[in-house]
């Protein structure tokens, strides 16, 4: 029986994104940044909604969307696994993605005393780190 | 036919020349948690007290598990689950003896329910009833009408004065009993950190009549919130009928609207003087408020 791997995410209330929403980018973000690799295995619906002290179906909601998105798979019996990665998004999303996230990124450091040219070295060598450990996990 | 387990129709209840509830109609569907949400004063006991039959309409009608309210028997009443934010029991009697007045009087009594859920709570079984806090009597009594497997459960403010712990236990036990039981929860909160939490259905009531219905994700979308600088008095826009509110908050209009297409709005806004639009998100806490508010302002207004 594989090992139940934890999630490190909070939600809050009194926020603007619904939980549901919270729950789908905090897991989103522990699988981008490699805290869930893909094979691990996540906490029951039950589980979840007990740790997060929130209802089970916004849990169920949650994992939906994400297996929906390709990120997480049910395998029938054994539980909720975070899935091989695979290209779920069209050509045209996956570039409206980068640009919204560009966009983000440019508006964080756009008042740092760095150099362009520091600043896009540095992002480079973090996704190439990112890289290295999507290689050496298979 | 649609399985409701609560239905009423044209119900309404008068005190004397007060009208509690008029004309009050809702049906809802059996399983969820389904959040009671309205001012004090707003009908939510009234309708609760009428549900179990502890009052006569006084026109109209409502239903429990499908059974006429003034009809239930006692076969029936052992399928309702009732908890109020009072926790009433007999203060002479020790927790022992409470229990097992209850078990008696319950034929499909769980006694491994019960014992899962007290367990959240610190109570002593030898202890007077009176000596118990006001967070362990809430508990002992969640505890009970959750051990009579109750079909649907109907909690009027249960955690209403409860310490951090108390609540989360409470809230613990809440979550059990959706995932585990086939029970109905009716939630009944001023909190909205519980609501935001707990509830699959908001049913948002106001001066006696049921306002709203629907997910509180759904809810969020009809709501907005929107910031502009007007070089005009915004007179013509406080009118319309989809704004809840409109503040000038130094110099700028603050404005929440409900069920407004966000982008005929904003065309609205600008074509009626507004020089700049700013849509910012509502969170459910926000948007619950602003239409609670707006009822207020109603009463005002019509009083």
Same mark, same amino acid.
């Given at each position: 029986?594989? *090992?139940?791997?934890? $999630?490190?995410?909070? $939600? ?10 919270? $729950? ?6 522990? $699988? ?15 589980? !979840? ?11 169920? *909601? ?12 049910? #395998? ?9 990665? *695979? ?9 409206? #993605? ?25 992002? !480079? *060598? ?13 | ?21 008029? =004309?009050?109609?809702? &049906? ?9 949400? +309205? &001012? ?12 179990? +039959? ?42 022992? &003896? ?25 109570? +002593? @079984?030898? %202890? ?39 609540? %989360? &236990? ?32 908001? /049913? ?24 502009? =600088? ?13 704004? @809840?509110?409109?503040?000038? /908050?130094?110099?700028?209009?603050? /404005?929440?609207? /409900? ?45």
């Amino acid at each position: 029986m594989a *090992k139940t791997s934890a $999630i490190a995410i909070q $939600i809050a209330t009194g926020d603007a994104r619904p939980i549901f929403r919270q $729950i789908v980018d905090g897991i989103r973000k522990e $699988i981008a940044t490699g805290n869930l690799q893909s094979g691990a295995k996540l906490p029951s619906v039950r589980a !979840l909604a007990l740790q997060l002290m929130i209802n089970a179906n916004t849990v169920a *909601k949650a994992y939906g969307e994400l297996t929906a998105q390709g990120l997480l798979e049910s #395998r029938k019996g054994l539980g909720i696994f975070v899935a091989e990665p *695979k290209q779920m998004l069209s050509e045209e999303e996956q570039q409206l #993605r980068l640009q919204e996230a560009s966009e983000r990124f440019v508006n964080d450091v756009m008042y740092l005393d760095f150099s362009p040219e520091h600043m896009t070295q540095y992002l !480079l *060598k973090q996704l190439l780190q990112l890289q290295q450990k999507d290689e050496n996990k298979s | 036919m649609t399985d409701y387990i609560i239905e009423s129709q044209g119900l309404t209840k008068c005190f004397g020349t007060k009208t509690a509830l008029f =004309d009050f109609n809702l &049906a809802i569907p059996r399983g969820g948690i389904h959040a009671f949400i +309205g &001012a004090n004063g707003a009908g939510k006991s009234t309708f609760f007290r009428l549900l179990l +039959g502890l009052e006569s309409p006084t026109q109209g009608s409502c239903s429990v598990l499908g059974i006429n309210s003034q009809e239930l028997s006692p076969e029936h009443r052992g399928k309702i689950g009732y908890v109020n934010e009072e926790h009433t029991l007999p203060s002479w009697m020790t927790v022992d &003896a409470v229990i097992e007045m209850q078990r008696s009087l319950y034929p499909k009594w769980q006694q491994d329910t019960f014992d899962k859920v007290i367990a959240n709570f610190d109570v +002593g @079984l030898k %202890q007077n009833v009176g000596q118990l806090s006001r967070g362990e009597r809430a508990g002992l009594n969640l505890s009970m009408a959750l051990a009579q497997s109750p079909e649907v459960l109907i909690l009027d403010e249960p955690t209403l004065g409860l310490d951090v712990v108390a609540k %989360q &236990a409470f809230l613990t036990a809440l979550m059990h009993t959706e995932m585990d039981a086939n029970c109905t929860i009716i939630y009944c909160s001023h909190q909205m950190e519980e609501v935001e939490r707990v509830a699959d259905n908001l /049913i948002i009531v106001e001066a006696g009549e049921v306002k709203y219905m629907a997910a509180p994700d759904d809810f969020c979308q009809r709501v907005n919130y929107w910031i502009c =600088d007007f070089e005009t008095k915004p007179d013509k826009v406080k009118n319309l009928q989809c704004v @809840l509110s409109l503040k000038n /908050i130094e110099g700028q209009i603050h /404005i929440v609207t /409900i069920d407004q297409p966000a982008e005929h709005f904003e065309a609205y806004l600008l074509a009626n003087g507004a020089a700049s639009v700013v849509a910012v998100p509502v969170s459910l806490d926000k948007a619950i408020g602003a239409v609670l508010a707006q009822n207020h302002r109603g009463h005002e207004l019509s009083a």
